[in-house]
């Protein structure tokens, strides 16, 4: 339960934080939820990777949609993935769910950092 809350508030906070500050303030969310929410380092890893790369599936899979595939079919031609759209898709989230996977890596040491120096 506790790691299906850090995933949602991930996939949340980086969504917020996205719609008014730069692509990489993902990161910053992922280490945030990570350092308030106390786990095990690879289910914080798991939490961070899992709320990005879902966030950023949905939104490749959305901005599609808007615009009937144009631009991600042209970007599947030019990218080195031989014209496949869903590879595309899928190499996009898995891109941004390794930056929030590692925040959040960073976070939970961050924590543990902070823990073991306070009295």
Known sequence: MKSL???????????????FLPWW????????VALLMPQKSFISFLCGF?????????????????N?????ARMALVL???GNVVFLHLLTAFVG???GGLAALS???LRSIFSSVAP
């Open 68 to 72: 009937d595939g144009l631009l991600s």
């Open 107 to 109: 976070g939970k040491h």
């Open 25 to 32: 303030t993902v990161a910053f969310a992922a280490g945030l």
């Open 50 to 66: 899992g709320g990005v790369f879902m966030l950023w599936l949905g939104l490749t899979i959305w901005i599609d949609r808007s």
């Open 97 to 99: 769910g390794l930056i």
């Open 5 to 19: 809350i850090a995933v949602l508030s991930t996939a949340i906070l980086s969504f917020v934080a996205g719609i």
């Open 80 to 82: 080195p993935v031989g």
